[in-house]
């Protein structure tokens, strides 16, 4: 629906929206589109970013949560998602 997040969930009555990232690797890089970002930025406090890393072979979860009170995103195991804003072409031969 071209929303920003991939699904839905609830929780205690609260809407959570939760982006969802796979990666056959163990490093967590992930790009948002613009519109997964502009999302991200304006449901902060019911976004989530989940990132599967080894997702084809040994599946491991992590989800980034903003935190008000740092200012940044961090999981459950503490690790903080750094978020670099980039700025992106198409070229192209007509």
């Known amino acids: 629906d071209n929303v920003g997040w ?4 609830t929780l205690d009555r609260r809407l959570l929206r939760l ?7 163990c490093q967590t890089v992930v790009e948002l ?6 999302a991200m930025k304006s449901y902060r406090d019911t976004y ?8 084809l072979t040994n599946p491991n ?6 935190s ?6 961090e999981s459950e195991k503490g690790n ?3 978020v ?6 198409r070229c192209s031969v007509p």
């Open 48 to 55: 989530r970013v989940c990132v599967v890393t080894n997702a």
């Open 6 to 9: 991939d699904l839905e969930a």
């Open 19 to 25: 982006e969802v990232k796979g990666l056959s690797g």
């Open 84 to 89: 670099e804003e980039i700025i992106a072409a």
């Open 80 to 82: 903080v998602l750094r």
């Open 33 to 38: 589109t613009p519109n997964e970002y502009l």
């Open 68 to 73: 008000i009170d740092v200012g940044r995103w």
């Open 61 to 66: 979860l992590e989800i980034f949560t903003y």
